[in-house]
């Protein structure tokens, strides 16, 4: 399996982007995929997940202003970001794994993950 983002920048404080994550491979049908997010001098943290039923699930500092969303027939996953601040500055990553969302937000859970994407807020 293979993840590939794309849709990072430089946005102002209260834009928006789109970061999109093209999946190749094959998942099995009871999946997860994840949003990571790591600034420089912090760990890595969760985003947000949707899973194969295409639940979402949000970290309280996105919830209200990210969406994670997914086209299976495009084999891709978007994380629609809003209303910006500098404090979502971070590279961002893509992860996947063959099983549920349970416990999304842990790193280590996660088997196949992108290259990142960077995204920078700032006037």
């Known amino acids: 399996v293979q993840l590939v983002e794309s849709g990072g920048g430089l946005v102002q404080p209260g834009g928006s982007l789109r970061l999109s994550c093209v999946v190749s491979?094959?998942?099995?049908?009871?999946?997860?995929m994840g949003w990571f997010r790591q600034a420089p001098g912090k760990e890595r943290e969760g985003v947000a997940s949707?899973?194969?039923?295409?639940?979402?699930t949000y970290a309280d500092s996105v919830k209200g202003r990210f969406t994670i969303s997914q086209d299976n027939a495009q084999n891709t996953v978007y994380l629609q970001m809003n209303s910006l601040k500098p404090d979502d500055t971070a590279m961002y990553y893509c992860?996947?794994?063959?099983?549920?969302?349970?416990?999304?937000?842990?790193?280590?859970?996660?088997?196949?993950w992108g290259q990142g994407t960077q995204v920078t807020v700032s006037s």
């Open positions: 949707i899973d194969s039923d295409g639940t979402p």
């Open positions: 491979g094959y998942l099995y049908n009871n999946y997860c």
């Open positions: 992860a996947a794994r063959s099983w549920s969302c349970v416990s999304w937000a842990s790193v280590t859970y996660y088997t196949y």
